[in-house]
């Protein structure tokens, strides 16, 4: 195979899929893995796509590898935000008991909670404050603190996680796409989402405009494991799935 065709190729599953692994060029393509990691850097170098670790995403898609600070976060898009938790708020009744994630998204949804006999468990610090002076019921999950996120993660965090079965798990992400699902850029919060969401009933992802195609280092859920609640969609591919709920007012 001409060297030409086969960046066309690798172009063409890019551009169809979004984003793409070394080993899927490999298997897709039949060629070996020096020829593919080749070929992404010299595709990345004339613009034609971003080489990210472990593969590749089309031009448009942004990948993030580390976190911004809590500070930095909560002035973003505070209006998709709001639009957003006022709809999650309604969605928790009397006798739920929910995991509310760390994240600036979910924070703001407990403004906005009436429900004072549904019961909270939360890895977000300034969360569970936050639901105790709201006259919530609350418990907070024992671990390592993460400074940038406000959040406890780690390996006891998940032990105790593993103990309770939710009804609703309300998640913040750093990235929505629709192969590589919800991405956050830490191993360890990654690990803590991905077992609340385990343990939860129904998981709602509270996502403004901004999340969709954005990666970031780890996956923790798949697309269609959480319903993802947003305000308006402006990339095509999203307005057919069938678990995103628009909430735009305007």
């Not at 760390?102 to 639901?131: C, P, Q, R, S, W």
């Not at 629709?178 to 992802?205: H, I, N, W």
């Given at each position: ?5 086969r ?15 070394i ?7 039949n ?53 957003i ?6 969605l928790?009744?009397?006798n ?26 939360t ?29 406890v ?21 750093n ?10 850029p ?33 996956t ?31």
């Amino acid at each position: 195979m001409l060297i030409e065709e086969r960046h066309r190729q690798i172009l063409d599953i890019v551009e169809e899929r979004k984003s793409v692994t070394i080993q899927e060029i490999i298997d897709k393509l039949n060629i070996s893995e020096s020829t593919a990691r080749r070929d992404l850097t010299v595709l990345d170098a004339h613009g034609q796509l971003i080489k990210v670790h472990g593969g590749a995403t089309a031009l448009g898609m942004n990948y993030y590898t580390k976190d911004d600070d809590v500070s930095y976060r909560q002035d973003l898009n505070r209006e998709e935000k709001r639009e957003i938790v006022e709809y999650a708020a309604t969605l928790i009744r009397s006798n739920d008991f929910v995991y509310l994630d760390a994240g600036t998204t979910t924070e703001m949804l407990i403004d906005y909670i009436t429900e004072k006999n549904a019961v909270f468990v939360t890895n977000g610090t300034v969360h569970a404050k936050k639901l105790a002076q709201n006259g919530c019921r609350t418990y907070i999950l024992g671990g390592e603190l993460k400074v940038a996120t406000e959040a406890v993660v780690g390996a006891e965090a998940v032990a105790g996680l593993e103990k309770y079965n939710f009804t609703k798990g309300f998640f913040g992400t750093n990235g929505i796409s629709l192969q590589k699902g919800f991405t956050t850029p830490d191993v360890s919060e990654a690990m803590v989402k991905r077992v609340a969401m385990k343990q939860c009933d129904d998981c709602y992802a509270l996502a403004d405009s901004s999340k969709f195609n954005h990666i970031s280092s780890v996956t923790f859920a798949d697309f269609e494991k959480a319903k993802i609640i947003t305000t308006s969609i402006k990339n095509e591919e999203y307005k057919k799935c069938k678990n995103i709920l628009e909430v735009n007012k305007r």
